[in-house]
């Protein structure tokens, strides 16, 4: 096939390139040249997809079988519209990337792709939705919501959407595994937020990416979740970063009531842990029966621990400096117990 990667430098994006060359496709990127190196092997187009201008040029580079967007997370709707607009005569599919955050009982709720979506207009700016009180529903989700509605728009039936929850694995940005990898090394007594059987379902960035690609080629259209079908217990996962790193750590597993009377953030100080009932209740199987295949967790934590461990590099983000509570409070807490 002939891919636009939307994106393709970083993450996700990468993995999608990297995937794609490596089954022989012909790959092109377009990304304004500041997240990352273009990936050997493609070609690369730098503009701004915010820039008419910019993806009219792009359009004289194509046509390609699909666009793959990776890079609408922190655009309004009303780019995204321009981007499949302007490159609509030019791709016979879009695959976007968007999130479980559109659906409107995320995270209370357990999900399928029947669940309805959150409201938003396929033109709306980037002022258009809320943050709920309790942090949900999100004004990011509206804005995914209202991206998804755009590409539909231009593209109907030939439209797919990619739901992911939280992406893990090699290149990961945001920190999350990473923080819970450099926590299981320092060891000692760990701070781990109960039930200890609590099942999670992260996803590996490669196996995202294949299915991406996989979707690329097809013809079915529509919303898919994209979450681990098997999950791990957190006790599991944990497990997992001590026995990649040598941590000799000890969890110690403490009630959600003790560690928010201390005041510790849920998702961020934390990194995957939610109480909220939904948050990993989001059913996968129409993915998995369209050919999303998953590789065990372990595998993901082991080979980002290799990747970290051989000094990687994350694209420089400011939600990394969010995850991960201070050593001097986890002590804290620790004591007080």
């Known amino acids: 096939m002939r891919i636009l990667v939307i994106g393709g430098t970083w993450f996700l994006g990468k993995a999608i390139v990297q995937s794609a060359?490596?089954?022989?496709?012909?790959?092109?990127?377009?990304?304004?040249?500041?997240s990352g190196a273009d990936v050997p092997?493609?070609?690369?187009?730098?503009?701004?997809?915010?820039?008419?201008e910019d993806l009219l040029k792009l359009a004289q580079?194509?046509?390609?079988?699909?666009?793959?967007?990776?890079s609408s997370s922190e655009l309004p709707p009303r780019d995204v519209l321009l981007s499949a607009t302007s490159l609509a005569r030019q791709a016979r599919r879009w695959v976007h990337i968007s999130t479980v955050s559109v659906y409107q009982g995320w995270p209370h709720e357990a999900l399928t792709e029947g669940s309805p979506l959150l409201k938003c207009p396929a033109d709306a700016d980037e002022s258009f939705g809320y943050t709920g009180a309790d942090g949900?529903?999100?004004?990011?989700g509206f804005q995914k919501a209202g991206g998804e509605r755009a590409v539909v728009q231009v593209f109907g039936d030939?439209?797919?959407?990619?739901?992911?929850?939280?992406?893990?694995?090699?290149?990961?940005?945001?920190?999350?595994?990473?923080w819970w990898l450099e926590r299981a090394k320092r060891g000692g007594s760990i701070l781990a937020p109960a039930p200890a059987e609590q099942r999670i379902q992260p996803v590996d960035v490669r196996d995202v990416a294949d299915f991406a690609l996989r979707q690329a080629a097809g013809s079915v259209s529509g919303g898919f979740n994209v979450t681990h079908p098997d999950g791990i217990a957190f006790s599991d996962f944990l497990h997992q970063c001590l026995h990649a790193t040598g941590g000799d750590g000890t969890p110690v597993?403490?009630?959600p009531t003790v560690l928010a009377k201390h005041g510790v953030k849920q998702w961020t100080e934390m990194p995957l842990w939610r109480t909220h009932a939904g948050v990993w209740a989001v059913d996968s199987q129409r993915a998995v029966e369209a050919g999303l295949r998953c590789r065990p967790i372990a595998e993901s934590v082991r080979d980002t621990w290799q990747w970290w461990a051989a000094d990687g590099r994350p694209v420089d983000h400011p939600r990394w400096a969010e995850h991960g509570i201070a050593p001097e409070k986890e002590a804290r807490i620790l004591a007080a117990l």
């Open 21 to 34: 060359l490596s089954q022989g496709h012909e790959v092109t990127t377009f990304n304004r040249g500041r």
């Open 41 to 52: 092997g493609t070609e690369a187009v730098h503009g701004d997809r915010t820039v008419r």
């Open 61 to 70: 580079r194509g046509p390609w079988d699909a666009v793959i967007d990776t």
């Open 136 to 140: 949900s529903p999100t004004k990011y």
């Open 158 to 178: 030939a439209a797919v959407f990619l739901r992911p929850g939280v992406i893990l694995g090699p290149g990961e940005y945001i920190g999350r595994l990473p």
């Open 253 to 255: 597993w403490v009630e």
